[in-house]
């Protein structure tokens, strides 16, 4: 069964640049997750979505930050401009429903220089 | 605020030794889950405990919930160099949300 898939696994690049990172959830799930981890601060709930409706962005750092979901099986995550400080590893993960366990993809590397 | 507090932050310890890692809140949880994660992937869940008191048992390692629902624990026993990687506790509130609370995670290094 294929999991969460994200794309690209690495990304560099240099600061002020767009930047989009994707997601696919495990067909069938109705809640998607993006997550943010870093060393000083561990693994960081960004948003969250259930349906493909937003239901909380309170971890979104800043306005530089959105997140979209236009159907059931994509997302993205996007940074403009991208900062140094936005270097990290960013993972999706997706769920069937409410507090089901959840299903992490192997994440985004970061790294704004 | 770090809602769920793990401890120790990084342990090294040879194979065949057995150890305990700590989740610990001020706050009540509806369930508590455990992950493991290795470098360079996601997370992957381990257990969910859900019951005030409940102990999990998976192969050597053992989960227990506090009698609370403040705080859980996850022992090893005779721990191998397969299981050194990153260990997180996570908290859900119960609010159908599947919304977590991650903990900021015990590194485990296993020396063969």
């Known amino acids: 069964d294929a999991g969460v898939i994200q794309s690209p696994r690495h990304e560099v690049t240099e600061m002020g640049q767009e930047v989009t990172l994707r997601c696919k959830p495990i067909s069938g799930h109705n809640s998607l997750f993006w997550y943010r981890q870093t060393m000083m601060r561990g693994l960081e709930l960004l948003i969250y979505f259930n349906n493909n409706v937003p239901i909380d962005d309170s971890g979104m750092p800043e306005d530089r930050f959105s997140a979209k979901m236009p159907n059931a099986s994509f997302s993205t995550l996007k940074i403009q401009p991208s900062e140094p400080r936005d270097s990290a590893v960013y993972f999706c993960?997706?769920?069937?429903?409410?507090?089901?366990?959840?299903?992490f993809g192997d994440g985004t590397r970061l790294s704004i220089l | 605020t770090q809602l769920l507090e793990q401890s120790p932050q990084f342990l090294s310890i040879q194979e065949g030794e057995n150890l305990t890692v700590y989740c610990n809140s001020s706050?009540?949880?509806?369930?508590l889950q455990w992950y493991r994660q290795e470098p360079g992937e996601g997370p992957v869940l381990l257990v969910t405990v859900v019951t005030g008191g409940e102990v999990k048992k998976l192969k050597r390692l053992t989960f227990q919930f506090g009698d609370a629902r403040k705080d859980s624990s996850l022992h090893i026993t005779a721990a191998q160099p397969g299981d050194t990687g990153l260990y997180l506790c996570a908290g859900s509130r119960g609010s159908n949300t599947g919304k977590l609370i991650f903990g900021q995670g015990t590194t485990l290094q296993v020396k063969p």
């Open positions: 993960a997706s769920t069937p429903m409410g507090n089901q366990p959840q299903h």
């Open positions: 706050s009540v949880f509806s369930s």
